[in-house]
């Protein structure tokens, strides 16, 4: 069975700070994907990123980076130079290679990011 | 431009009366979800088409259905709502046609509110 682990339930920063949000995972797949997600407090899933298993070369968008780590299962989401537009649920989510034509996702329970101006 | 589209977007409705949400999807995907998220809590995926295909999840109560009529609209429907309902309900699409998964994008969501 597939599992994802946010052990950060809350975490506030001030603005500006750098924030890690970290996620680990389970799953006997070889091949999976996995995702972040931002739910600001309107409520929407936005987007943020898809990695797959085979490639665990890190990125970086903006202000935003992503460290995927096999031999430790982990895929941790870092912040630089927060602002406050950053306050919301980020989500880490997993799901199996496409099997069937649908994709199961497994969401963690998230990590709500506070940024205090 | 709005893709993934929730009507309404804050939707009360008293204890048994049933009530729909709409989803509707500009980007012709294949597959579309319906995700129920309570307060604090990850969301939980409810059912799925794939194309015109229903797929319900197992834990899925039979008060909750759903319909297809095209493409690009997808219903939920609660039958008989209780208070443990009341959520965020959130519509996903993808595209699955190609090799490997597309990524879900979710619309804006639908709260619900049972009184």
């Known amino acids: 069975a597939q599992k994802v682990t946010q052990a950060q339930t809350e975490i506030s920063v001030v603005e500006k700070e750098d924030v890690t949000l970290d996620c680990v995972y389970e799953?006997?797949?070889?091949?999976?994907?996995l995702f972040w997600y931002k739910q600001p407090p309107s409520g929407e899933l936005v987007f943020l990123i898809r990695?797959?298993?085979?490639?665990?070369q890190n990125e970086i968008s903006g202000r935003y980076s992503w460290n995927f780590q096999k031999s430790t299962s982990s895929f941790n989401f870092t912040i630089t130079a927060s602002q406050v537009v950053d306050s919301a649920v980020y989500f880490c989510a997993l799901s199996e290679a496409n099997s069937g034509g649908y994709q199961k996702v497994t969401f963690g329970t998230g990590t709500k990011l506070q940024v205090i101006p | 431009d709005a893709m993934v589209i929730q009507n309404p977007r804050y939707q009360v409705t008293q204890f048994g009366k049933p009530v729909t949400l709409s989803c509707s999807q500009t980007l012709n995907h294949n597959v579309m979800y319906w995700y129920q998220q309570k307060s604090s809590q990850a969301p939980k995926l409810l059912f799925h088409?794939?194309?015109?295909?229903?797929?319900n999840e197992a834990d899925t109560p039979d008060n909750f259905q759903s319909r297809r009529p095209n493409t690009s609209f997808c219903f939920l429907d609660i039958r008989s709502p209780g208070l443990g309902d009341a959520a965020m309900y959130l519509c996903?699409?993808?595209?699955?046609?190609?090799?490997?998964?597309?990524?879900?994008?979710f619309g804006p969501g639908t709260r619900l509110t049972v009184l």
């Open positions: 088409y794939y194309d015109k295909d229903f797929n």
């Open positions: 990695r797959n298993s085979f490639d665990e």
């Open positions: 996903a699409t993808q595209n699955s046609r190609g090799i490997g998964p597309d990524t879900q994008y």
């Open positions: 799953t006997r797949d070889t091949t999976y994907y």
